[in-house]
């Protein structure tokens, strides 16, 4: 049954219908032509004033087009906004795509370590003969690693090396030391020799991923010039040494390394590290020289020793380094001659090369650790030209040259657990004596 209402009683369902008519009685009235308008009349009360406020819920809202109808519509929306938008969207998508598949790869990469066996010749002299060295750098360990431990183990079973070399940077935290220790323990009975990188001193920090797209900020004003000898506060050979006063030798170092400041104290176990290299006959180059000699075996099956004479210095990273006057055996003509630091600065590689080694060896640059597939390195983390970030090269300083090999290294700093495009590494060089 359908109920009529009286104009006016804004009922359920039709309260527009007569809200518009309460509108009606402020329509003037018709005026004939000529006449004067008519004064309202008055009441002696003021006229309610007709209510002319809608229901808000009645006012007809436009409809809310869709993002197609927008799109379909370019009087509603202008088209080039819309793409914009969805190429916006689109861009957004795919960089966070590629970043977490790049991030993937990175993860995944670092757990493939490779074993790089590189040529080296050296110029020939009576008695000389070849050797194979391994050099081990940038293990960076710490719980989580031991992956790299298990790959050294299988290095140590199926390669045939006569000698080790350990360029740094060996620790990843303060508790690495096992790891460590278990990595180099199949490698302790061969003739080895180490030199320690600023991450076998203190405990990384976190830093910006981006540093690993910049250069080193502070080569600009290194002022860093070459000395040779040292202070013997300064060498860190009286960390390990037998010093009259022992412990207090390490003491001397500590507050060297830091200049004084406190806060920097390394925090990393490195001198019980130091201590199980040189208790295994291992020695220490940093700011030292020393001789080594390796059993060879030559192709009649002989044995003969083979002297191959160093120098090192202590991490250039951290401005330790003094290059030593080497041992009479550098000038032996049947010596192999070694030069041996962590991070490869310019001026140590130049200092280097004054000395005409056959080979300088070298980490710290983890190969660039970020970087691109057919270009290589972005930084080396030091002066290093990028060119030069991992692999044997020749190094020229003036008129002089010598080869270079920059280990890429095995571990990541805990902070960037990424490689990309560089496989983690050990090498074996192997010395060839050529006329
Ligand atoms: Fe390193």
């Not at 995944?108 to 040529?119: C, L, M």
């Not at 298990?150 to 060996?170: I, Q, W």
Request: glycine share 10%; charged share 20%.
């Amino acid at each position: 049954m359908s109920g009529s209402s009286a104009p006016g009683s804004g009922t359920h369902g039709s309260s527009c219908a007569p809200a518009s008519l309460e509108l009606s009685p402020q329509t003037p009235p018709r005026v004939p032509a000529g006449a004067a308008p008519a004064e309202p009349a008055s009441t002696g009360a003021t006229a309610p004033t007709p209510r002319t406020c809608l229901p808000r819920r009645c006012v007809p809202r436009p409809p809310v087009p869709s993002l197609d109808a927008l799109v379909d519509h370019p009087s509603l929306a202008p088209r080039g906004l819309i793409a914009r938008g969805r190429a916006l969207g689109l861009a957004v998508g795919a960089t966070t795509l590629a970043g977490a598949a790049t991030f993937a790869w990175g993860q995944a990469e670092r757990h493939f370590p490779v074993v790089r066996h590189i040529d080296v010749p050296v110029q020939s002299s009576p008695g000389m003969r070849g050797i194979s060295v391994l050099q081990i750098s940038d293990l960076h360990l710490y719980p989580g690693q031991e992956f790299l431990v298990d790959f050294l183990g299988r290095v140590a079973r199926t390669e045939k090396v006569d000698m080790v070399v350990s360029t740094g940077d060996n620790l990843g935290s303060a508790d690495g030391l096992d790891l460590v220790r278990a990595a180099y323990e199949p490698f302790l009975h061969l003739p080895g020799a180490f030199v320690l990188g600023s991450n076998d001193y203190y405990s990384p920090r976190f830093k910006s991923w981006s540093s690993y797209l910049r250069r080193d900020p502070r080569l600009a004003d290194d002022t860093f010039v070459l000395r040779r000898g040292l202070d013997g506060d300064q060498q860190h050979t009286d960390l390990t040494g037998a010093g009259p006063e022992g412990g207090a030798l390490v003491d001397t170092h500590t507050s060297a390394a830091t200049d004084g400041d406190s806060h920097l104290r390394p925090d990393l176990p490195w001198h019980e590290m130091v201590s199980d290299f040189t208790a295994a006959g291992w020695v220490d180059l940093s700011n030292r020289a020393a001789t080594v000699e390796v059993a060879v075996e030559g192709p009649d099956g002989s044995s003969a020793q083979q002297p191959v004479s160093l120098i090192g210095v202590d991490d250039p990273h951290l401005d330790r380094d003094r290059i030593p006057d080497p041992d009479p055996s550098w000038q032996d003509p049947r010596s192999l001659r070694f030069a041996v630091a962590h991070a490869p600065y310019v001026r140590v590689l130049d200092g280097f090369a004054r000395e005409e080694p056959d080979l300088v060896l070298a980490g710290h640059t983890h190969g660039g650790q970020l970087g691109l597939p057919f270009y290589g390195a972005l930084v080396t983390n030091c002066d290093l030209p990028r060119r030069y970030a991992k692999g044997l090269h020749t190094w020229y300083s003036g008129r002089l040259s010598t080869q270079l090999h920059v280990s890429a290294g095995l571990g990541t700093s805990p902070f960037v657990p990424l490689r990309i495009a560089t496989r983690p590494e050990v090498s074996v060089l192997h010395l060839r004596p050529v006329d």
